[in-house]
């Protein structure tokens, strides 16, 4: 079995094979730290991309005789972080994460979540105005239309959509922020 330092040491030296044998061997979990602290499936595919990008623009920097996760998840901690900083990334997209809201409401766990993160989310969903939290409780429910929202809380249904529009973008906000935050804190 040849070990990680002569695959290190090979891709060092241009070869390909030793390169994919380290992405096929970290990709997934280098993933799923990415989406734990992004909550973005696309940010975190590129953050995958980029980090075994760099790993091989820097290859003939990497000291084979240390660990290389060592290496790779120092990159990893540094890209997230500057994605975390890049405040035109939209992290947490609303629309693209609709079914982790609706797991909340339904209590159903979605498989690539862990219930850091879930908590994370039900906390910043607190953090909310009352009426802002009730709308978007009802939005994620799935079974109000913007006009039966509208219609029960005795709103327009203009307030209806700029409420849960400025609630979007502060869970957005108060999402990136615990993010950063635990990502300082715990350093992967």
């Known amino acids: 079995m040849i070990n990680e330092e002569t695959i290190v040491r090979q891709m060092k030296e241009g070869n390909q094979l030793a390169f994919t044998l380290l992405f096929n061997?970290?990709?997934?979990?280098?993933?799923?730290?990415?989406?734990?602290?992004?909550?973005?499936?696309?940010?975190?595919?590129?953050?995958?991309?980029?980090?075994?990008?760099?790993?091989?623009?820097?290859?003939?920097?990497?000291?084979?005789?240390?660990?290389?996760?060592?290496?790779?998840?120092?990159?990893?901690?540094?890209?997230?972080?500057?994605?975390?900083?890049?405040?035109?990334?939209?992290?947490f997209s609303i629309s693209e994460n609709l079914n982790l809201l609706n797991s909340l409401a339904d209590e159903v766990e979605e498989p690539e979540l862990d219930e850091e993160q879930l908590r994370l989310v039900r906390k910043a969903i607190e953090q909310l105005s009352p009426q802002k939290r009730k709308i978007v409780e009802l939005k994620i429910s799935g079974e109000y239309s913007n006009q039966e929202i509208a219609d029960k809380l005795n709103l327009s249904i203009n307030t209806i959509k700029f409420q849960y529009s400025q609630a979007l973008k502060e869970l957005r906000t108060i999402i990136r922020i615990y993010s950063f935050l635990l990502l300082l804190w715990t350093g992967l």
């Not at 120092?74 to 975390?84: G, R």
């Open 25 to 91: 061997e970290y990709s997934k979990q280098v993933y799923s730290l990415s989406f734990k602290y992004l909550y973005n499936r696309d940010l975190a595919e590129d953050v995958v991309q980029n980090v075994f990008f760099k790993i091989w623009e820097r290859r003939k920097e990497i000291d084979e005789s240390r660990p290389f996760n060592r290496y790779l998840f120092t990159i990893l901690k540094n890209d997230l972080l500057n994605v975390l900083r890049d405040r035109t990334k939209e992290i």
